[in-house]
């Protein structure tokens, strides 16, 4: 009986991924949701820090943060990553980067969040060519590393994300920090890029979205780009731009000189205009890349370690699916309660924390991270619709 206990223990839940498509069938409805939400932040300052803001699973989505981080690379219907470097002139290079970048835009459900990670969770999937390790490397402040590599192109993606939310009284504000890194390594190419904003807006209508300026910058080839999110407020709506459009262009750094202008919607298509020629292009369709979106499967379970995501959450994720409010709490809680038993036993034999993929190190109030690892091992958990993966 024992041996069945553990077995069911270490069975990863691994949910449906939410897909653009499911946005109009959510139960997760704006006027569903706005008075949970408002009831838990009544005794809540404006300004506050809402780092360590505890959520009831009621308002859970059922898979943690890194499944959601690691979703943005490894889940598209397309190998958007591949098509980076595939392409042979560098405009047409930044331009993909610019498309994969677009694609980790996913849709947001407004009130519902992921679980925050504890420290040494890990999430280790492959689609494909591409394989992705996350890791929570810090628990206060949050941060999350994240490395890809794509196998065929020799592709390698390094993330460091860190977030600070602030409660605004009409919504809540949060900054995504850190450094997102892309190396074409065939080309000899680096792009660097910065994270977006999240909003997520109690009034006058209520809705969660994505927002800011992300920039591109290409060192080795004098390019870069520069992609607008544009807030879905009453102000830009009277501007006359629309929820979820874009608005960018992409520029020699040197000169300045645009080259292109971009324009359109991410949850829709995003066009570019050649400004010499006048030619438009379709770079993005976000119904070809994550519509129809499947979660990944168990290849191997035996390579699945305790400390996976979908291992670690794996109960309150099957309270959550089932409805079962009670149950998902205490699973909760229990996974809560296990991480700050192992925060203790460190305090009381002075032992320090250890990253298994990633040296980590603070510079001021900002983290910098590289991997251990030149390249990212195969997961045990495989996206089945990936060309030569087997269920």
Excluded at 277 to 288: D, K, M, Q, R, S
Aim: net charge neutral.
């Amino acid at each position: 009986m024992a041996e069945e206990e553990e077995e069911r223990r270490r069975h990863p839940v691994l949910a449906k991924t939410f897909s653009l498509e499911d946005e109009k069938d959510s139960e997760h409805t704006a006027s569903n949701v706005i008075r949970k939400i408002l009831s838990l932040f009544k005794n809540v300052r404006p300004g506050s820090d809402l780092t360590n803001f505890q959520l009831p699973p009621q308002l859970n989505l059922p898979r943690s943060n890194l499944q959601c981080y690691g979703e943005m690379v490894y889940l598209c219907r397309k190998d958007l990553l591949g098509e980076c470097s595939r392409r042979d002139l560098p405009i047409e290079r930044l331009k993909s980067v610019v498309t994969w970048n677009i694609s980790t835009l996913r849709p947001l459900i407004f009130g519902m969040s992921p679980y925050n990670p504890v420290l040494g969770e890990t999430h280790h999937v492959s689609n494909g060519h591409i394989n992705v390790i996350v890791e929570q490397v810090v628990h206060h402040p949050p941060v999350s590393a994240l490395h890809a590599t794509h196998e065929k192109e020799k592709i390698d993606v390094i993330w460091c994300q860190y977030f600070t939310p602030k409660f605004r009284g009409a919504y809540v504000d949060v900054e995504i920090k850190g450094k997102r890194v892309m190396k074409l390594l065939n080309h000899k190419e680096t792009y660097e890029m910065n994270q977006p904003r999240l909003i997520m807006r109690f009034l006058p209508t209520p809705g969660a979205h994505w927002t800011g300026k992300v920039k591109i910058k290409c060192p080795e080839t004098d390019l870069e780009a520069e992609i607008n999110l544009i807030s879905d407020s009453f102000i830009e709506r009277f501007r006359g731009n629309n929820n979820r459009s874009i608005k960018g262009k992409i520029f020699e750094s040197s000169t300045g000189t645009q080259l292109y202008n971009i324009f359109g919607h991410w949850d829709r298509t995003v066009m570019a205009k050649n400004l010499k020629t006048g030619e438009l292009e379709v770079i993005y369709n976000a119904e070809e890349n994550i519509t129809g979106l499947k979660p990944p499967i168990v290849k191997n379970l035996k390579e699945v370690m305790e400390y996976e995501s979908a291992i670690i959450w794996s109960e309150v994720s099957e309270g959550i699916l089932k409805k079962d409010w009670e149950s998902a709490r205490e699973a909760k809680c229990l996974v809560e309660a296990k991480q700050r038993e192992s925060l203790k036993n460190r305090e009381a034999s002075g032992e320090l924390w250890v990253p298994k993929h990633f040296s980590v190190v603070k510079d001021g109030n900002d983290w910098d991270l590289s991997p251990l690892q030149p390249t990212v091992p195969r997961g045990p958990l495989v996206i089945i619709e990936a060309e030569g993966e087997k269920s």
